[in-house]
Nanobody
Framework: QVQLVESGGGLVQAGGSLRLSCAASGRTFSIYRMGWFRQAPGKEREFVAA????????SYAESVKGRFTILRDNTANTAYLQMNSLKPDDTAVYYC?????????????????WGQGTQVTVSS
């Protein structure tokens, strides 16, 4: 089993920045990829970004490309989501996810492990 704990959410003005963290514990050696998803009120949970743990290869949703960066610290078993140029549309609960699979990185069903979520609110 793998446990994931997110932190770093909060309230920020449009144009501002936030950095989310996701600390992994347990059988972390089994993780192939870490991802970030988000869910706004009344909407489906959607893919934001993913990183392959061993290579550092990254993938992003079109809506966040050029603004968000996913990072990882292998020694600390922690993934990060650096969010810049935030917009009110970025307001959501952000979830960290982990998978042992190399299947499609943007599918929710690919990920076996999920954090509890952290709220990000961007005011206009």
């Amino acid at each position: 089993q793998v446990q994931l704990v997110e932190s770093g959410g909060g309230l920020v003005q449009a144009g501002g920045s936030l950095r989310l963290s996701c600390a992994a514990s347990g059988r972390t050696f089994s993780i192939y990829r870490m991802g970030w998803f988000r869910q706004a009120p009344g909407k489906e949970r959607e893919f934001v970004a993913a990183i392959t743990w061993s290579t550092g290869s990254t993938s992003y949703a079109e809506s966040v490309k050029g603004r968000f960066t996913i990072l990882r610290d292998n020694t600390a078993n922690t993934a990060y989501l650096q969010m810049n140029s935030l917009k009110p549309d970025d307001t959501a609960v952000y979830y960290c996810a982990g998978t042992t699979s190399s299947y499609y990185y943007s599918l929710r069903s690919t990920y076996q492990y999920w954090g509890q979520g952290t709220q990000v609110t961007v005011s206009s």
